[in-house]
């Protein structure tokens, strides 16, 4: 049996901009999905996947990678993540498998929504890194995990979120060559997530973005967006808190400029408010991802004045969430023979 685990993402900058290719920065989170691989003496090959869907799912998989459920799915699509890894391997001639996927703990107890978190790259990650060891296959991790993910969301991924949860800590990525290097937490920066209440769903954020591709403003506004996420990464390589600080108003900004354009609603779910609140206070706060509902982040040079600035925004109807940075990637925690 092969247990494996991942993190999920916040991403810090670049959102957007990082499919133009500038530089994005991504940080690992404590939440973990858990894949764990074992034989089974079954007919079929299982699974279960807790913080996702109820039941015990059973298929066949034929030898040019048509998979064959024997129970009825919520929909055609529903394992589609599963399948696309699972077709990254030759497993023609594999024994029966059960598969378990926890999710769980990127599930909000208090209201039953997905944390936006990454949980679908870092179940890319931790069920390749799974399966690769269970059957000790000779691939590369990163990519098979990325390219996976990648079809799965049908192309329009950038593989920050991939990235960062095979790699854990502070990341800066570029889409070219899924080039990322590894990045410190600068000191005296303190950080707290907030959570919207309310969740986004990020396919439906990048097929918008498709529609509106071509039209001048928009392209005038990646332009700034990705100019701008450029100098958050230089300030974030520099290591000195106070010129993050500095950058990341410029960011939002054009973060904001670019949202307009394409009629994302990045700011919405109340998180313009809490940039408002932010201003001029020697405080930051974004959304960070896709926006429109899910976390944000806010950054300040004291604890107290993040601690000040998240009492105000409990007010607003947003709540703490208790997550922090993981220096660790997947990790490969359990094997038995």
Known sequence: ?????????????????????????????????????????????????PGYLEGNWHFRVSGEGKFAWQDRLPGPSAFSLVEEVWRSFDTAQWPSISLVVDTQVFIDAATGLKLGLGSSAAVSVALTAALQSFRSADRDTGKTAMDAHER?????????????????????????????????????????????????????????????????????????????????AAAWSS??????????????????????????????????GLVHLASGNGIVYKPCGAGGGDIGIVLAASEAAVSEFCGEAHQQ????????????????TERRH
């Not at 034989?39 to 279960?48: K, M, N, R």
């Not at 899924?178 to 959570?195: I, M």
Request: proline share 2%; aromatic share 8%; hydrophobic share 40%.
């Open 1 to 49: 049996m092969i247990t494996a685990t991942a993190p999920g993402k916040a991403v810090l900058s670049g959102e957007y901009a990082v499919l133009q290719n500038a530089t994005a920065i991504a940080t690992a989170i404590d939440r973990r999905v858990r894949v764990t691989v074992s034989e089974s003496p079954g007919e079929y090959h299982s699974i279960t996947a």
């Open 152 to 232: 799965f969301q049908g192309g329009r991924g950038s593989g920050v979120d991939v990235a960062t949860s095979l790699q854990g800590g502070v990341i800066a990525y570029r889409r070219a060559g899924a080039d990322s290097r590894q990045l410190g937490w600068p000191a005296g920066l303190h950080y707290r997530f907030l959570w919207s209440g309310q969740s986004s769903v990020t396919a439906e954020k990048l097929a918008k973005l498709d529609k509106r591709r071509e039209q001048r403003a928009a392209s005038d506004s990646m332009k700034l967006l990705s100019k701008t996420a450029e100098q958050v």
């Open 239 to 272: 290591g000195d808190s106070r010129q993050i600080l500095k950058a990341f108003p410029g960011y939002i900004d054009a973060l904001r400029q670019f949202s307009i354009d394409r009629d994302l609603g990045v700011f919405d779910a109340g998180h313009e």
């Open 317 to 332: 109807g947003f709540r703490n969430l208790d997550i922090a940075l993981e220096v660790e990637g997947v990790l490969i």
